[in-house]
T-cell receptor, first 111, second 109 residues
Framework: IAGITQAPTSQILAAGRRMTLRCTQD?????MYWYRQDLGLGLRLIHY???????GKGEVPDGYSVSRANTDDFPLTLASAVPSQTSVYFC??????????FGPGTRLTVL | GQNIDQPTEMTATEGAIVQINCTYQ??????LFWYQQHAGEAPTFLSY??LDGLEEKGRFSSFLSRSKGYSYLLLKELQMKDSASYLC??????????WGAGTKLIIKP
């Protein structure tokens, strides 16, 4: 693994289904983030984690949950997907300097 | 509230120079970032400014004026591969990045 990986690359999901987006980094960064990106809007922070074992809510946390059991993994779960959660989801990580490194993204469509 | 403003779209000619502006109003300031994002790809880091002035990195330069809440990204000797969206982001007092919606730059031959 080099950098940050996300899985799946894309997914079509029926409304009401549960879905977990996976994110793994191998840079030993303490901080990790989940964003969603919608056309015409900036990246919006869903949840973040400053270090393993801690998480925090971002700008748009409703309908999403995260966990940070270890440094490398930061999964994002949609408990019961709704069409408004159709978006591109980016995971990112950051070391001490503030620069964030992004994964390739997951394109999610909820029907 | 917190706000980052940048133009939605700009067009420039190959070989020319373009300046993309960003104005911000945030709760605190711990630096301003510029990222490049090609269509269908992830954002990648371009530059970071925390002090006033110009930071130059090859064909790209970034300027910051904290008193005016203003930054610009200057791209010189434009190439077709520079066609992308350019995202301005400010790190606030909580050390979270607040993102602008991005400026789509179209390069014409």
């Amino acid at each position: 693994i080099a950098g940050i990986t996300q899985a799946p690359t894309s997914q079509i999901l029926a409304a009401g289904r549960r879905m977990t987006l996976r994110c793994t980094q191998d840079m030993r960064h303490n901080a990790m983030y989940w964003y969603r990106q919608d056309l015409g809007l900036g990246l919006r922070l869903i949840h973040y984690s400053n270090t393993a074992g801690t998480t925090g809510k971002g700008e748009v946390p409703d309908g999403y949950s995260v966990s940070r059991a270890n440094t490398d993994d930061f999964p994002l779960t949609l408990a019961s997907a709704v069409p408004s959660q159709t978006s591109v989801y980016f995971c990112a990580s950051s070391g001490g300097e503030g620069e964030q490194f992004f994964g390739p993204g997951t394109r999610l469509t909820v029907l | 509230g917190q706000n980052i403003d940048q133009p939605t779209e700009m067009t420039a000619t190959e070989g020319a120079i373009v300046q993309i502006n960003c104005t911000y109003q945030t709760s605190g300031f711990n630096g301003l970032f510029w990222y490049q994002q090609h269509a269908g790809e992830a954002p990648t880091f371009l530059s970071y400014n925390v002090l006033d002035g110009l930071e130059e990195k090859g064909r790209f330069s970034s300027f910051l004026s904290r008193s005016k809440g203003y930054s610009y990204l200057l791209l010189k000797e434009l190439q077709m591969k520079d066609s992308a969206s350019y995202l301005c982001a400010v790190m606030d007092s909580n050390y979270q990045l607040i993102w602008g919606a991005g400026t789509k730059l179209i390069i014409k031959p």
